[in-house]
């Protein structure tokens, strides 16, 4: 990324983010009328974030600044050297902005800078967080769109809201101003072209108010929807969907934690019940003719070695592979299943010789009342959790 920046200022109230892409015709328009809409009182910055436009963009910008006199604003430009997409431009600008506020716009004059101190009114007097200047609310419009952009635009927004549970009336809105630090903690991923949904998502617990404006169209230049854009909005969707899943799972309540760990850890006992039968089976009837004793011995040993891996790893979402940790509680899962293989061994023995069982089914059963003991044991002293938790 090459960045440079026009004027360095100190602390600002508010920051200004505007990504650009062949937007030459329009940045020079859009400066000047933020230059109206803004005063000093206001202490902003703008942040033009271009990716390397092909029509000169961020030279424009550059050329804009030298010619301008008592700026009562500062303008950075960063230049990125491919392009990265909108999304991603504007988490860059986010990431250099300096104000307590952020205002996200177009600059392809469909958002009116005139908005933006009613915005910054609204976030510092009013009881929210994000403030999303909406074309849906009474008072909103949108001009100069045909219907088939219209019937993209409402359709988006009825998966954002229907499927990530949004409750505004625009969460497809690109001219939105946010508190500052509502986005310290999130972690981005910047794909597709509508950042908004991505932080009304993460910033859980954030305030939302819409306030009208109009939306026109682009006059100049051209637009940046395909049909790409719109596979990039699907699997952002769906990307934000799976992390209010993942949010929703560590909410849940102690006991279905518990039963959610005690279902993953007799899922692994399944397995290693697989294991174990296999691998009896080939000592004992296949690769040798191994007392059935001995080829059950081998199978819980490999077994064991299997169950122990996939329980640390997912059951018990362990990723700490130390050598010293690892060898440690493999120790511990040897032995307190070492518990659960004597009496296994002991309930084979007793339901084949005394009771004349089938092998089969008796090392099933012997295999699957273990598994009990070894869950509860390995909980509490292998893996250090709590009992129920």
């Not at 949010?247 to 760990?261: G, I, W």
Request: charged share 20%; with cysteine.
């Amino acid at each position: 990324m090459i960045q440079k920046e026009v004027l360095i200022s100190r602390k600002r109230s508010l920051s200004i983010v505007i990504p650009t892409y062949n937007e030459s015709k329009n940045i020079v328009k859009i400066l000047d009328s933020l230059r109206s809409a803004l005063t000093r009182e206001m202490n902003a910055e703008i942040i033009v974030v271009d990716d390397n436009s092909p029509d000169g963009t961020s030279n424009t910008v550059e050329e804009y600044v030298k010619n301008s006199k008592n700026p009562s604003y500062s303008i950075q430009i960063i230049r990125r050297e491919d392009k990265r997409g909108l999304s991603s431009a504007i988490v860059t600008g986010i990431e250099h902005a300096k104000g307590d506020a952020v205002v996200v716009m177009d600059s392809d004059l469909s958002h009116p800078p005139q908005t933006i101190p009613q915005m910054v009114e609204e976030l510092q007097n009013s009881d929210c967080d994000i403030v999303v200047a909406s074309r849906y609310v009474k008072g909103g419009s949108v001009s100069g769109w045909p219907f088939k952009r219209k019937l993209i635009s409402k359709g988006a927004t009825k998966i954002a809201q229907h499927g990530l549970g949004i409750k505004i009336k625009d969460p497809m809105s690109g001219f939105f101003a946010f508190k500052r630090h509502i986005v310290n903690n999130i972690k981005f991923d910047a794909i597709g072209y509508k950042i908004l949904l991505e932080i009304l998502v993460k910033a859980r617990g954030a305030k939302v108010k819409e306030i009208p404006y109009n939306f026109i169209d682009r006059t100049t230049g051209s637009s940046k929807m395909d049909f790409s854009i719109c596979v990039d909005y699907l699997q952002s969707v769906w990307r934000l969907y799976r992390y209010g899943k993942s949010v929703k799972t560590n909410e849940r309540r102690t006991s279905v934690h518990f039963l959610s760990k005690a279902g993953r850890f007799y899922t692994v006992g399944a397995s290693g019940l697989l294991v174990n039968y296999f691998v009896s089976f080939m000592f004992g009837a296949v690769l040798s003719n191994l007392w059935y004793i001995y080829a059950t011995m081998i199978g819980i040993v490999f077994s064991m070695s299997s169950n122990f891996i996939l329980n640390k790893i997912w059951t018990f979402e362990d990723r700490n592979f130390d050598t010293k940790r690892t060898l440690a509680q493999y120790g511990l899962f040897l032995g307190f299943s070492g518990i659960g293989a004597v009496f296994q061994l002991l309930l084979v023995y007793g339901l084949v010789e005394l009771r004349h069982l089938n092998y089969s089914i008796a090392l099933f059963l012997a295999v699957a009342i273990a598994s009990v003991g070894n869950f509860l044991l390995n909980k509490k002293w292998t893996f250090q959790e709590k009992v129920w938790s």
